[in-house]
Protein backbone atom coordinates (compact mmCIF):
# COMPACT_ATOMS: atom_id res chain seq x y z
CA UNK A 1 0.00 0.00 0.00
CA UNK A 2 0.79 3.84 -0.63
CA UNK A 3 2.12 5.86 2.75
CA UNK A 4 3.86 9.11 3.29
CA UNK A 5 5.61 9.61 6.39
CA UNK A 6 6.52 12.81 7.61
CA UNK A 7 7.87 11.92 10.78
CA UNK A 8 8.54 15.59 11.87
CA UNK A 9 5.27 16.75 13.72
CA UNK A 10 6.88 20.68 14.14
CA UNK A 11 10.13 22.30 13.78
CA UNK A 12 11.15 25.90 15.28
CA UNK A 13 14.17 27.63 13.67
CA UNK A 14 15.55 30.99 13.81
CA UNK A 15 15.20 33.76 10.98
CA UNK A 16 18.50 33.02 8.50
CA UNK A 17 18.88 29.27 9.80
CA UNK A 18 18.72 26.38 7.16
CA UNK A 19 15.93 23.91 7.89
CA UNK A 20 15.57 20.64 5.86
CA UNK A 21 11.64 18.69 6.28
CA UNK A 22 11.58 14.82 5.45
CA UNK A 23 9.37 12.81 3.73
CA UNK A 24 9.18 8.98 3.05
CA UNK A 25 7.00 7.35 0.82
CA UNK A 26 6.25 4.02 0.25
CA UNK A 27 5.02 2.56 -3.01
CA UNK A 28 5.08 -0.86 -5.58
CA UNK A 29 3.96 1.60 -8.56
CA UNK A 30 7.02 2.15 -10.73
CA UNK A 31 5.43 5.48 -12.06
CA UNK A 32 4.48 8.09 -9.72
CA UNK A 33 4.45 11.82 -8.36
CA UNK A 34 6.02 13.66 -5.52
CA UNK A 35 4.87 16.80 -4.51
CA UNK A 36 5.46 19.10 -1.38
CA UNK A 37 2.66 21.93 -1.02
CA UNK A 38 2.40 24.76 1.36
CA UNK A 39 -0.66 25.69 3.75
CA UNK A 40 0.10 28.84 5.20
CA UNK A 41 -1.86 30.42 8.29
CA UNK A 42 -4.66 31.24 6.31
CA UNK A 43 -5.11 27.66 5.56
CA UNK A 44 -4.92 27.71 1.43
CA UNK A 45 -3.08 24.49 -0.23
CA UNK A 46 -0.45 26.18 -2.68
CA UNK A 47 1.71 23.91 -5.22
CA UNK A 48 5.29 23.99 -4.52
CA UNK A 49 6.88 21.44 -6.63
CA UNK A 50 6.17 18.01 -8.87
CA UNK A 51 8.81 15.42 -9.40
CA UNK A 52 8.12 12.32 -11.62
CA UNK A 53 9.83 9.12 -10.59
CA UNK A 54 11.90 9.01 -13.31
CA UNK A 55 13.64 12.24 -13.33
CA UNK A 56 15.71 12.16 -10.17
CA UNK A 57 17.73 15.02 -10.51
CA UNK A 58 17.17 17.81 -7.72
CA UNK A 59 16.13 20.64 -8.09
CA UNK A 60 16.59 23.99 -6.73
CA UNK A 61 14.08 27.80 -6.85
CA UNK A 62 15.47 30.39 -5.22
CA UNK A 63 15.43 29.79 -1.63
CA UNK A 64 14.23 26.03 -1.91
CA UNK A 65 15.68 22.62 -3.33
CA UNK A 66 14.36 19.43 -3.09
CA UNK A 67 16.44 16.75 -2.90
CA UNK A 68 15.09 12.96 -4.57
CA UNK A 69 16.47 9.70 -3.34
CA UNK A 70 14.75 6.75 -5.29
CA UNK A 71 17.41 4.40 -3.20
CA UNK A 72 16.11 5.52 -0.02
CA UNK A 73 12.56 6.48 -0.84
CA UNK A 74 12.63 10.00 0.43
CA UNK A 75 11.78 13.79 -1.27
CA UNK A 76 13.47 16.22 1.18
CA UNK A 77 12.64 19.60 1.25
CA UNK A 78 15.04 22.10 2.16
CA UNK A 79 14.92 26.02 2.82
CA UNK A 80 18.01 27.96 3.23
CA UNK A 81 18.33 31.17 5.00
CA UNK A 82 14.55 30.73 6.72
CA UNK A 83 12.50 33.73 6.61
CA UNK A 84 9.19 34.51 9.15
CA UNK A 85 6.99 34.20 5.74
CA UNK A 86 8.25 30.16 5.15
CA UNK A 87 5.97 29.85 8.90
CA UNK A 88 3.57 27.19 7.56
CA UNK A 89 2.28 24.03 7.06
CA UNK A 90 4.41 21.35 4.91
CA UNK A 91 2.65 18.51 3.40
CA UNK A 92 4.62 16.14 1.05
CA UNK A 93 2.22 14.25 -1.33
CA UNK A 94 2.80 10.61 -3.48
CA UNK A 95 0.12 10.38 -6.58
CA UNK A 96 -0.86 7.02 -7.19
CA UNK A 97 0.28 5.32 -10.61
CA UNK A 98 -1.41 3.19 -12.87
CA UNK A 99 -0.14 1.55 -16.43
CA UNK A 100 1.04 4.67 -18.55
CA UNK A 101 0.30 7.43 -16.00
CA UNK A 102 1.99 8.63 -13.10
CA UNK A 103 -1.04 10.99 -12.48
CA UNK A 104 -4.35 9.25 -11.36
CA UNK A 105 -6.12 12.24 -9.58
CA UNK A 106 -5.50 10.55 -5.87
CA UNK A 107 -2.99 12.15 -3.65
CA UNK A 108 -2.00 10.53 -0.62
CA UNK A 109 -0.56 12.71 1.97
CA UNK A 110 2.00 12.72 4.81
CA UNK A 111 0.61 14.23 8.21
CA UNK A 112 2.43 17.44 7.26
CA UNK A 113 5.25 19.58 9.01
CA UNK A 114 4.60 22.51 10.90
CA UNK A 115 7.27 24.85 10.17
CA UNK A 116 7.74 28.10 12.35
CA UNK A 117 9.98 30.85 11.50
CA UNK A 118 11.37 32.96 14.79
CA UNK A 119 12.57 36.49 14.04
CA UNK B 1 -9.52 31.85 -14.77
CA UNK B 2 -11.07 31.60 -10.83
CA UNK B 3 -9.29 27.95 -11.04
CA UNK B 4 -10.90 25.91 -8.20
CA UNK B 5 -13.67 27.68 -6.43
CA UNK B 6 -15.69 26.09 -3.12
CA UNK B 7 -18.98 27.59 -1.57
CA UNK B 8 -19.72 28.58 1.17
CA UNK B 9 -16.45 28.80 3.15
CA UNK B 10 -17.82 28.00 6.37
CA UNK B 11 -20.74 26.48 7.60
CA UNK B 12 -22.02 25.43 10.89
CA UNK B 13 -24.67 21.67 10.88
CA UNK B 14 -26.64 20.26 13.77
CA UNK B 15 -26.61 16.41 13.75
CA UNK B 16 -28.52 14.87 10.99
CA UNK B 17 -28.29 17.76 9.01
CA UNK B 18 -27.57 17.40 4.85
CA UNK B 19 -25.71 19.84 2.69
CA UNK B 20 -24.01 20.18 -0.20
CA UNK B 21 -20.60 21.50 -1.20
CA UNK B 22 -19.71 22.88 -3.76
CA UNK B 23 -17.10 22.95 -5.97
CA UNK B 24 -16.55 23.96 -9.30
CA UNK B 25 -13.72 24.95 -11.78
CA UNK B 26 -12.90 26.27 -15.25
CA UNK B 27 -9.76 24.58 -16.19
CA UNK B 28 -11.53 21.98 -17.88
CA UNK B 29 -9.59 19.13 -15.73
CA UNK B 30 -10.64 16.12 -16.49
CA UNK B 31 -10.14 14.48 -12.68
CA UNK B 32 -11.63 16.12 -9.40
CA UNK B 33 -11.22 15.15 -5.90
CA UNK B 34 -12.44 15.85 -2.55
CA UNK B 35 -10.54 15.86 0.76
CA UNK B 36 -10.67 16.09 4.35
CA UNK B 37 -8.25 17.46 6.46
CA UNK B 38 -8.41 16.71 10.64
CA UNK B 39 -5.82 17.82 12.86
CA UNK B 40 -2.12 15.52 12.82
CA UNK B 41 -3.43 13.65 9.79
CA UNK B 42 -2.97 15.31 6.75
CA UNK B 43 -5.24 15.16 4.29
CA UNK B 44 -7.01 12.00 3.25
CA UNK B 45 -9.14 11.34 -0.20
CA UNK B 46 -12.96 11.14 0.08
CA UNK B 47 -14.16 10.46 -3.19
CA UNK B 48 -12.82 11.26 -6.65
CA UNK B 49 -14.08 11.21 -10.70
CA UNK B 50 -11.80 10.71 -13.55
CA UNK B 51 -14.55 12.34 -15.62
CA UNK B 52 -18.49 13.24 -16.05
CA UNK B 53 -20.44 10.48 -15.12
CA UNK B 54 -17.72 8.81 -13.22
CA UNK B 55 -17.10 8.28 -9.86
CA UNK B 56 -14.98 6.28 -7.13
CA UNK B 57 -14.29 5.94 -3.49
CA UNK B 58 -11.29 7.06 -1.62
CA UNK B 59 -10.05 6.36 1.74
CA UNK B 60 -12.48 7.74 3.82
CA UNK B 61 -16.07 8.08 1.83
CA UNK B 62 -18.47 6.60 4.28
CA UNK B 63 -21.06 9.34 5.12
CA UNK B 64 -20.77 10.70 1.72
CA UNK B 65 -22.10 10.91 -1.67
CA UNK B 66 -20.91 12.68 -4.59
CA UNK B 67 -21.87 12.53 -8.81
CA UNK B 68 -20.48 13.85 -11.62
CA UNK B 69 -22.95 15.21 -14.10
CA UNK B 70 -20.46 17.91 -15.35
CA UNK B 71 -16.69 18.53 -16.42
CA UNK B 72 -16.77 21.58 -14.04
CA UNK B 73 -19.06 20.62 -11.27
CA UNK B 74 -18.49 18.08 -8.08
CA UNK B 75 -20.89 18.31 -5.40
CA UNK B 76 -19.98 16.49 -2.19
CA UNK B 77 -23.35 15.89 -0.40
CA UNK B 78 -23.34 15.05 3.77
CA UNK B 79 -26.38 12.80 4.00
CA UNK B 80 -26.73 12.99 7.60
CA UNK B 81 -23.94 15.02 9.25
CA UNK B 82 -22.47 13.52 12.17
CA UNK B 83 -19.94 15.44 14.67
CA UNK B 84 -17.37 12.85 13.17
CA UNK B 85 -17.44 15.54 9.89
CA UNK B 86 -16.34 18.38 11.82
CA UNK B 87 -13.17 19.05 9.39
CA UNK B 88 -12.02 20.95 6.22
CA UNK B 89 -12.72 20.12 3.14
CA UNK B 90 -11.01 20.82 0.18
CA UNK B 91 -11.78 19.82 -3.27
CA UNK B 92 -8.98 19.96 -6.00
CA UNK B 93 -8.81 18.88 -9.98
CA UNK B 94 -6.42 18.39 -12.50
CA UNK B 95 -5.60 16.52 -16.20
CA UNK B 96 -2.90 13.86 -16.63
CA UNK B 97 -0.26 14.72 -19.35
CA UNK B 98 -0.72 13.20 -22.83
CA UNK B 99 1.10 12.33 -25.62
CA UNK B 100 -0.19 15.71 -27.17
CA UNK B 101 1.67 18.06 -24.19
CA UNK B 102 -1.44 19.32 -22.72
CA UNK B 103 -2.29 18.28 -19.58
CA UNK B 104 -0.87 19.57 -16.29
CA UNK B 105 -0.22 16.33 -13.78
CA UNK B 106 -0.54 19.05 -10.65
CA UNK B 107 -3.68 18.99 -8.55
CA UNK B 108 -4.91 22.47 -7.98
CA UNK B 109 -7.15 22.71 -5.20
CA UNK B 110 -9.63 25.28 -3.48
CA UNK B 111 -9.73 27.75 -0.87
CA UNK B 112 -11.31 25.30 1.04
CA UNK B 113 -14.89 24.70 3.69
CA UNK B 114 -14.32 24.76 7.11
CA UNK B 115 -17.52 22.34 8.20
CA UNK B 116 -18.45 22.58 11.94
CA UNK B 117 -20.97 19.53 13.20
CA UNK B 118 -22.60 20.30 16.13
Known amino acids: AQKVTQAQTEISVVEKEDVTLDCVYE???????LFWYKQPPSGELVFLIRRNSFDEQNEISGRYSWNFQKSTSSFNFTITASQVVDSAVYFC????????????????FGQGTTLQVKP | NAGVTQTPKFQVLKTGQSMTLQCAQD?????MSWYRQDPGMGLRLIHYSVGAGITDQGEVPNGYNVSRSTTEDFPLRLLSAAPSQTSVYFCASTTPSRSSGRGTDTQYFGPGTRLTVL
Open chain 2, 27 to 31: MNHEY
Open chain 1, 93 to 108: ALSEGRVGSSNTGKLI
Open chain 1, 27 to 33: TRDTTYY
